[in-house]
């Protein structure tokens, strides 16, 4: 494995949550006097350049976000660090906060400088009170050393952070919920448009970027921006942290270029399949479409070459299953978590995931009938486009395509049913008696 | 008017019994473990007083006061003040979320509808110690499943229960964010995979087993003996920051509004210019916020303006350039001027490729 350039997790190890160590290994120093002396426009021009791609799931370009934000609109402009990390496989920002927090702070105070924030948050999970106390030790050192609070090393500029624990719920890792969360609302998902950029929190334009994202601005401001585009592929630019789980040798957190082959993750990094042979990869966390062993053979770690695969890149959470598990427990899992998390405003992810989760617990329970993958496929068409968020996607993609490339499993599930050719009783799916 | 309504009562009152439906029996989920155990179940409440009486200190008062500062609207927070009800009570009764809707001025149903649609907030007294099992696929795969049918038997309940000693409660969860390390718990709010020097560790490499949980149970009756009225105070919103000023405009802050002229004037950025029959052709790339431009070429030591190419022109003909001039552009924000561009040296227009016949 060739050596990389680390970028976020270079400090890991080394006691950075102390702001004399993170100064030493140079932080709060050239970034910060060279985003001092840069315009809004020049540092939104300097992001673009790097390339950034927003390291959330989504992948959308960091500076061309900013771009959307309109300046001079008379309202305050907030930045939103989405640190609500719930995907199943993904536990890079837990690491990432743990580790380096002041980074973060960093990282922060030259995505206000390019957007004129005055108030900034930090939407950091329920569960992670451990990062929480991490975060607000490092915000105590930076207003200490004046790297916070009113005129910053001498400018005009002045920057408040605040953490905001929120209280368990998945799907307010959704831009727009985690903006109602932030508002002492219920985490549901807003109509968009208005985009969160230019009516988001208290209808001011709002920023949400992922902890990595804002983490990597200060490597990209100490260095240049094509030196951190070179690294990636030629439409996303940079390292990623990829968090690699399941049935591997060394399970974690590693940072490697965009573009590295997914079998050089697994074996190399990860230290190969244990406990079978490799039966499935998830490239991008719980919601995307599992790899089975001959695609993930060719497939790069990049936003391109996943979705030419018909899956997504999502967070770079890998999840790598070998061949002593049976798909259908694990979907069943998916399925109990996908319809626990539903917000229940639409009423197609509502019923659909929990029905869906009542059908794979038949299955599961040796009560499948014959017809129950092919009713199962046929609500997840129903989940397209007609909800506010991508919730319901999350569970009816990957049960299509479970269903369909790992169909000899669900089979073999429903063979167990000595009654599994007769058709199920329609009276079973009443409502109040099925769910 | 008067026996109209009382027309409208008696024939409600003489066809109810044709509208009402036959009684449904209700069951019970028959396990706790298929609603995750967040099962909201109706518990005796303590009195207002009581509940109040905890909540007026002075330290819960400044805090309170510390989070309102914070946001724009009272009402943003509202999930930190009832962590803090939380973090006093040890759960979220009745009379305390009508509290924390009183501090944060809003509805006490919104704050009620806020406080169960988290699931982090207990409607319920827990046992002293919350143990959460991580059931998700990364957690599954690595054998979450047989743990906590461990667990289960090795406490005598189920999830969602607590034990009769009132010391655990299991409860299996979603995804905690620490997949690498799965099968994971948290006790109370410590990540745990083992026990080491009297202490809960997270490991990198580590994960739960069945020895590993027995330990873990182990220092939590140690953890009784040693602090039986209750854990040492652990603050539920991570520490407070000092030296914070506030959200400007919310009440009791300090901060101010940004000034709009903390970062210099934006300049001009890749001006180019390219020669053809028509003269030099000016490109750019300017600020939305610009309101002049003005386009100066080298003449000798000094600069001369060439035009004003207006803000939302794309380009600029400068009718008597040739090879070689060289260009820049200076950008006005209302009365404030940008330092001057990058010089460009005008060159050639490359010949449009001509496409094979």
Not at chain 1, 78 to 85: G, K, M, S
Not at chain 2, 24 to 46: C, F, T
Not at chain 2, 138 to 149: E, H, T, V, Y
Not at chain 2, 156 to 169: A, M, N, V, W
Request: proline share 6%.
């Amino acid at each position: 494995m060739a050596e990389c350039v680390k970028v976020c997790t270079g400090n890991f190890g080394k006691g950075a949550q102390d702001i004399e160590v993170y100064k030493k290994l140079g932080g709060y120093g050239d970034a910060l006097k060279r985003v001092f002396e840069m315009s809004q426009f020049e540092l939104i021009d300097y992001v673009q350049r790097s390339n950034l791609r927003g390291r959330g799931g989504a992948g959308f370009p960091t500076g061309m976000k900013w771009s959307f934000v309109p300046r001079n609109s008379g309202k305050p402009v907030y930045i939103v660090v989405n640190a609500d990390e719930g995907e199943g496989g993904t536990f890079k920002d837990h690491f990432l906060m743990m580790e380096d927090p002041h980074r973060l702070i960093e990282g922060l105070i030259i995505a206000a400088w390019a957007l004129g924030t005055r108030t900034a948050y930090i939407y950091c999970r329920g569960e992670f009170l451990p990062c929480i106390e991490s975060l607000n030790k490092a915000l105590n050192q930076a207003y200490a050393a004046g790297y916070l609070g009113e005129n910053i090393m001498g400018t005009k500029f002045s920057l408040d952070i605040f953490v905001h624990r929120g209280a368990g719920a998945y799907i307010c890792g959704e831009e727009t919920a985690l903006i109602n969360s932030l508002e002492g609302q219920k985490g549901q998902p807003r109509l968009k448009p208005p985009f969160p950029a230019v009516s988001g929190a208290w209808k001011s334009p709002t920023c949400v970027n992922n902890v990595e994202t804002i983490m990597a601005l200060p490597w990209i401001l100490q260095h240049e921006p094509e030196e951190y585009a070179k690294m990636g592929t030629p439409r996303a630019g940079g390292t990623k942290v990829f968090c690699i789980s399941g049935d591997v040798k060394n399970p974690g957190v590693y940072e490697a270029p965009l573009g590295t082959p997914m079998m050089t993750m697994i074996n190399e990094y990860a230290g190969g399949v244990v406990g079978g042979k490799l039966k499935a990869v998830l490239p991008g966390g719980s919601s995307c479409a599992p790899l089975n062993a001959e695609e993930a053979a060719v497939a790069t770690m990049d936003y391109e070459c996943l979705a030419s695969m018909k899956t997504m890149f999502g967070s770079g959470a890998m999840i790598v299953i070998n061949d002593t598990h049976n798909m259908v427990d694990l979907l069943n899992v998916l399925g109990n978590f996908y319809s626990h998390e539903s917000c229940g405003q639409c009423t197609p992810c509502r019923e659909g995931t929990g029905l869906l989760h009542r059908i794979l617990n038949l299955i599961v329970d040796g009560k499948g009938h014959d017809g129950d993958v092919e009713l199962m496929q046929s609500l997840c068409g129903g989940f397209g486009g007609v909800t506010i968020c991508p919730l319901s996607i999350s569970l009816g993609g990957p049960v299509s395509s479970y269903t369909a490339k790992f169909r000899k499993d669900f089979d073999e599930y429903i063979a167990k049913n000595p009654d599994h050719a007769k058709p199920r009783v329609q009276e079973t799916y009443r409502p109040g008696i099925f769910w | 008017m008067r026996n109209h309504i009382q027309g409208a009562v008696q024939f409600v009152a003489n066809n109810r019994l044709k509208f009402d439906r036959p009684a449904q029996p209700i069951e019970a989920l028959p396990d706790p473990a298929q609603s995750l155990g967040h099962v909201h179940k109706a518990v005796a409440q303590p009195s207002a007083k009581e509940v109040l009486d905890k909540l007026s200190t002075p330290e819960v008062k400044a805090r309170c006061a510390d989070l309102l500062s914070r946001y724009p609207v009272p009402q943003g927070a509202l999930l930190e003040v009832l962590w803090v009800a939380q973090g006093v009570l040890g759960w979220c009764p009745r009379e305390a979320i009508r509290w924390a809707a009183n501090v944060c001025s809003c509805a006490p149903a919104h704050a009620l509808g806020v406080a169960t649609f988290y699931t982090m907030y207990k409607h319920a007294p827990t046992g002293r110690f919350l143990l959460q099992f991580c059931r998700n696929i990364s957690c599954s795969i690595k054998g979450a499943a047989p743990l906590i049918k461990y667990v289960e038997k090795s406490l005598g309940i189920k999830s969602g229960e607590t034990t009769p000693d009132g010391l655990f409660t299991i409860l299996q969860v979603e995804c905690l964010g620490a997949c690498g390390n799965g099968p994971v718990m948290l006790v109370n709010d410590e990540f745990a995979t083992d026990v080491e020097n009297g202490q809960l560790t997270l490991k990198v490499g580590s994960h739960l087993t069945e020895e590993s949980i027995d330990r873990i149970l182990k220092w939590c009756y140690a953890r009784e003996e040693k602090f039986p009225k209750g854990e040492p105070v652990r603050d539920v919103l991570g520490g407070e920051v000092k030296g914070h000023g506030g959200h400007p405009g919310a009440p009791g802050a300090k901060a101010q509004l940004q000034s709009s002229d903390y970062a210099p004037v934006s300049p001009v950025l890749n001006v180019k210019a390219e020669v053809d029959a028509n003269g030099a052709t000016l490109t750019w790339k300017a600020a939305p916020e610009f309101t002049k431009l003005v386009v100066e070429k080298k003449n000798g030591a000094s600069w001369a303006s060439v035009g004003e190419p207006g803000v939302k022109d794309k380009s600029f003909v400068d009718a008597k350039g040739k090879v070689g001039d060289v260009y820049r552009m200076i950008s006005t924000t209302g009365e404030r001027v940008a330092k001057p561009s990058k010089e460009a040296t005008a060159t050639q227009k490359p010949e449009p490729v001509e496409k094979a016949v």
